[in-house]
């Protein structure tokens, strides 16, 4: 664990809400991501993401966490996975209403799938639009999860150069969503 980890780390131990405040802000988007991996629904990976929070922040003095991310991961997969169990624990088991289920689902099924691949169509457009540069960077930030200074390194520029390039890259991005989906 870095010393700026570890020292928020302690903050929050010490009653530290501003300290907590931005150890959710720096980590809810990549949580969000990886919670939707795990569950397709949005309202379910939110709720999990505030429960692990909170339950973080109510046994914050009893925790000695080494890596905040892997630890908020953990956290959130058994809170999807328990989320799941009850959803699956409080759904009828009868044959009807699992055959009528099953049909519904697989109706809503093809139509997820058809609108899955308009937008994974438009995400492509979209993408076509940045550089190979900011395409890379792109990937680095959002899919690899690295840093401004992590990327910076790689690539040989500065952390203000690449967080231009993220700026400018999403930009570009938000402009030409814009003219897709209205």
């Excluded at 990549?30 to 919670?35: A, D, K």
């Excluded at 997820?112 to 890379?136: F, G, H, M, Y």
């Excluded at 040989?156 to 897709?180: A, C, D, E, G, H």
Aim: aromatic letters at 10%; glycine letters at 2%; hydrophobic letters at 30%.
């Amino acid at each position: 664990m870095n010393k700026e980890t570890s020292s928020q780390w302690t903050s929050i131990q010490h009653d530290n809400l501003d300290a907590f405040t931005e150890m959710y802000r720096e980590n809810y988007a990549m949580l969000f991501r990886y919670g939707l991996k795990l569950s397709r629904d949005i309202n379910v990976t939110k709720d999990c993401i505030h429960e692990t929070f909170l339950e973080l922040w109510n046994r914050r003095h009893d925790l000695h966490i080494q890596q905040i991310p892997a630890y908020l991961k953990t956290c959130l997969r058994n809170s999807i996975n328990k989320q799941i169990r009850q959803q699956q624990t409080t759904t009828g088991h009868s044959e009807e209403s699992e055959r009528s289920h099953f049909q519904l689902s697989y109706e809503q099924l093809l139509i997820q799938a058809q609108t899955d691949e308009e937008n994974k169509d438009k995400v492509k457009r979209a993408i076509s639009k940045l550089s190979p540069r900011q395409l890379e960077i792109i990937e680095m930030k959002f899919f690899e999860d690295k840093s401004y200074d992590e990327i910076a390194a790689i690539t040989k520029t500065t952390p203000r150069t690449v967080y231009n390039q993220v700026y400018t890259s999403l930009n570009i991005l938000r402009k030409y969503f814009k003219i897709l989906f209205f």
